[in-house]
């Protein structure tokens, strides 16, 4: 038997590949459109049943954009080749519904900026910061992550985040931060590290418009909410 088992082994009419040309793409399930992307199964283990295993050990596809390369080599016939087609995979649909690829994108609402952020966001096991940057007509001259962990007032640093803002003469920006547990009601240390971040923007000139935090597919922002 061959160590690896391609598209190509399969019975013509079990191809994704073909499936795909006769079909199109929409026809085919998720486990055939990952085996069309990696192409090559292994030794025993046709790519289709590879792909639907590396799926189904992560949870579905929700799991596949969540997991890291740590996450994809440690099942069993995934090395750093496959690992990294899935990972370039998983980062070219966040940027397709999300703010990354050189167009003008300017903020008009609460809902402008959560659509640069959450498909990236809602999913993290661990709490990031990340800070946009906004020229003085509200458009996007960057997004930087600046913190990871839990929000504290004593270890959120104003200068990490003004850092980026001064560096690019950013006019305003926009605190975004996620919460793993899916809920984005803001803590009292959410608000706290607002307050304290919005007193430092006073006095830097650079007007801190709102902070958004980020749950599984919605988000609240203290804007919205009178808090800020």
């Known amino acids: 038997m061959r160590d690896n088992l391609k598209i190509m082994d399969l019975p013509k009419n079990e191809r994704p590949r073909e499936r795909l040309f006769r079909y199109g793409s929409e026809a085919l399930s998720n486990s055939e459109l990952l085996a069309v992307i990696l192409g090559t199964g292994i030794k025993g283990e046709n790519i289709v049943s590879l792909s639907n295993r590396i799926i189904k050990d992560n949870g579905g596809l929700n799991g596949v954009f969540n997991s890291d390369l740590e996450d994809f080599v440690s099942i069993?016939?995934?090395?750093?080749?496959?690992?990294?087609?899935?990972?370039?995979?998983?980062?070219?649909s966040k940027r397709f519904k999300s703010y990354k690829n050189g167009d003008d994108y300017r903020i008009c609402s609460p809902q402008d900026a959560a659509?640069?952020?959450?498909?990236?966001?809602?999913?993290?096991?661990?709490?990031?910061l990340k800070v946009i940057l906004l020229n003085a007509k509200n458009m996007v001259i960057g997004i930087k992550n600046v913190f990871i962990g839990t929000l504290n007032s004593s270890i959120v640093h104003p200068r990490e985040i003004f850092f980026y803002a001064i560096k690019k003469n950013s006019a305003s920006i926009i605190l975004c931060h996620n919460h793993p547990s899916g809920d984005p009601s803001p803590s009292n240390e959410d608000v706290n590290v607002t307050f304290r971040l919005k007193k430092?923007?006073?006095?830097l000139g650079i007007q801190l418009v709102d902070h958004l935090i980020i749950g599984n597919g919605i988000f609240i922002s203290l804007k919205e909410k009178g808090i800020l």
């Open 200 to 203: 430092c923007g006073e006095l």
């Open 76 to 92: 069993s016939g995934v090395g750093k080749a496959k690992a990294a087609k899935i990972l370039a995979m998983v980062e070219l």
């Open 115 to 128: 659509v640069l952020v959450m498909e990236e966001m809602r999913g993290m096991k661990q709490e990031h």
